[in-house]
């Protein structure tokens, strides 16, 4: 209990950039449609690889207290990465539900 | 029961430049090893192989004749005091304290100035003040060794005698190893010293070979 609870910390020093890029993915799938599926995967992908490499070299210093209490590198980032993927892929299943995306439509081209 | 840790084979190089080539260290149990050398000899590198995070070309880093080559998987062997603040601004002392399974009350009896600061967040202390936070909770915490990379830096001398006498009382219970440049407050708490110097651990027997070393030149006092 005590390990995820140190992992939800981790991410949630960081949760809310990932977080607004899933949302946006989804805003931009409600806009678009299944076509525009891949496009936005490769998206979410590519920012966050940029986001964590920001956050790894911004946040290495912290990565020491994790890591004083057993908990690696490795085990930080895979959980920080699956759950972020985790809402990600929620996000974008409900997609077509969020009603409140529909204002975007007028700026669709 | 008395703990042992032992580091040798060592081979450490950056690029051309060979940093660490012939290292050999013990702590134990009740022992405080000073490390002393000058910048850039490697000593934080020494310390990070012991510790797990630093990839080398070959090491042999052993707790009671165990290899170990990832340290920091197992806080019950070994915890690292890095020489920069560690501990993330946003956590309280009452987090921290819990995460690390220590009791504040225990601390606040032996440094009074944090009686009222149970509830704080650790980035609204002073960095001295963040610094004995993270000195104390890696000092006290279960474990058999502690590294400590420059615990002195950043306080003030009433400070560091308190700190030193903490480590003092604490090393009855594990093996710590040291390094700082105030090599006098070193030279006061260690059993045993050690000085990197081209590569090599050279363990101590008169002070003065720290000088012939080319660490420090120590003033005649010292010396007698």
Known sequence: MKKIRLLFNFYKGFFLAPLLISIASSALLFVWGMEAFTMIFWYKIATMLIIYSFINSYKRKELFYYQNLGIGKLKLWFFAYSLDFFFFVILISQSQKFSFFSFLLKYRM | ?224
């Open chain 2, 1 to 224: 029961m008395k703990n042992k840790l032992e580091v040798d084979s060592v081979f450490l190089e950056f690029g051309n430049r060979r940093i660490l080539s012939d290292v050999y260290l013990k702590c134990e149990t009740d022992k405080i090893i000073g490390l002393l050398g000058r910048n850039g000899n490697g000593k934080t590198s020494l310390m990070n192989i012991i510790y797990g995070n630093l990839n080398c070309n070959s090491k042999s880093v052993r707790f009671n004749g165990e290899t170990n080559f990832k340290a920091y998987k197992k806080p019950e062997l070994l915890m690292y005091l890095p020489q920069f603040n560690f501990i993330p601004g946003s956590l309280s002392l009452k987090r921290i304290f819990k995460d690390y399974e220590l009791d504040f009350k225990d601390f606040e009896n032996r440094f009074p100035f944090y009686k009222s600061k149970y509830k704080s967040s650790f980035q609204s202390l002073s960095g001295g003040q963040r610094r004995i936070v993270e000195i104390y909770i890696i000092s006290k915490s279960k474990t058999q060794f502690v590294i400590l990379d420059e615990p002195f830096s950043h306080l003030s001398p009433i400070q560091i005698e308190e700190v030193k006498q903490f480590i003092l009382e604490e090393k009855t219970n594990k093996g710590f190893l040291i390094t700082d440049h105030m090599y006098q407050h070193v030279l006061n708490i260690s059993d045993d010293i050690y000085v990197l110097a081209n590569g090599k651990t050279h363990l101590i027997k008169d002070i003065i070979e720290i000088q012939y070393l080319g660490y420090a030149n120590l003033n005649i006092n010292m010396i007698k």
